[in-house]
């Protein structure tokens, strides 16, 4: 596994690399998640107006919403798997199925609001995670546009103004406590620990989904070779990315952000010299 950037600046005092592996094939859609997220980090309630998006009601990840339940429909018009319809008996069942899921932020290997941020507010933790420090944060919003799932947005309300995600409840893994989603969540698709471990745990539970006819079961972001290194917290998936709103081969902003750099160097080196020359032509 990947070393999460700045991890080994901890030195003796870097603890195993923690995270979730969500399980969505398990997910029934109860919000405790979101519920156990806000009461314990006291985030600001907001989905409280009817969407129109089936039963989701807080839409995105956003600096109010750290976990995002999404509600996905499928029929069979959608390419849905016949053993996805099965007959209950003498009811013949719809060809339908719900996809849920409970997003939240990736607590990426290499991360890209970590790269940007101009203050030092955004840091690695001794646990591998990625957190804001609210006190340091000046709102300028790079971090935002550096990343590439959308999950960090600013809060706007209460005269805040800053950044703010899931820290994976950073101050109760001081305490030897899991995070209050995985802890809230009655059927164990949210799943925290080692990431060693639940990488092995996920790849024998798709291997047993795929075994019962499950042949779209797939990880997402549970490979050091993706865009962004791996992630802090990866997933389980019964369809496409794109079905769940996720994009299909996310990619770090600062992956080539050297060469950029060089290039911008070399540009800028040759505007110089041409300038000489343009100059030393009129004399």
């Not at 309630?45 to 999404?70: C, I, M, P």
């Amino acid at each position: 596994m990947t070393p999460a950037d700045a991890h080994d600046t901890y030195g003796t005092r870097a603890r195993e690399r923690v995270g979730f592996f969500t399980d969505t094939s398990i997910c029934i859609g109860c919000k405790a998640c979101e519920v156990a997220c806000k009461e314990w980090n006291l985030v600001p309630e907001d989905g409280l107006a009817f969407t129109g998006f089936s039963y989701d009601n807080t839409v995105e990840l956003s600096a109010n919403s750290w976990r995002h339940v999404a509600f996905i429909e499928q029929s069979a018009e959608v390419g849905l798997a016949p053993n996805m319809a099965p007959e209950r008996g003498d009811v013949p069942q719809a060809d339908f199925r719900w996809l849920m899921e409970s997003d939240v932020c990736k607590h990426c290997t290499h991360a890209g609001c970590l790269d940007v941020c101009p203050t030092g507010a955004i840091l690695r933790t001794e646990f591998g995670t990625v957190v804001i420090q609210d006190d340091v944060c000046n709102g300028c919003g790079y971090c935002v546009t550096g990343c590439p799932f959308g999950v960090i947005s600013i809060r706007e309300i209460a005269h805040d103004g800053g950044a703010h995600k899931c820290t994976l409840c950073y101050d109760r893994l001081r305490g030897d406590l899991e995070p209050a989603c995985a802890k809230a969540c009655p059927t164990g698709s949210i799943q925290f620990g080692p990431l060693d471990e639940l990488r092995a745990r996920a790849r024998g539970r798709v291997a047993d989904l795929r075994d019962a006819g499950h042949t779209n079961a797939r990880l997402y972001l549970a490979s050091d070779d993706d865009g962004v290194g791996g992630a802090g917290a990866f997933f389980l998936l019964l369809d496409e990315p794109e079905v769940y709103g996720l994009p299909p081969d996310p990619v770090v902003p600062t992956r080539h952000l050297r060469s950029m750099w060089a290039w911008a160097a070399a540009a800028a080196a040759a505007l110089a010299a041409a300038s000489r020359i343009a100059a030393g032509g009129r004399r």
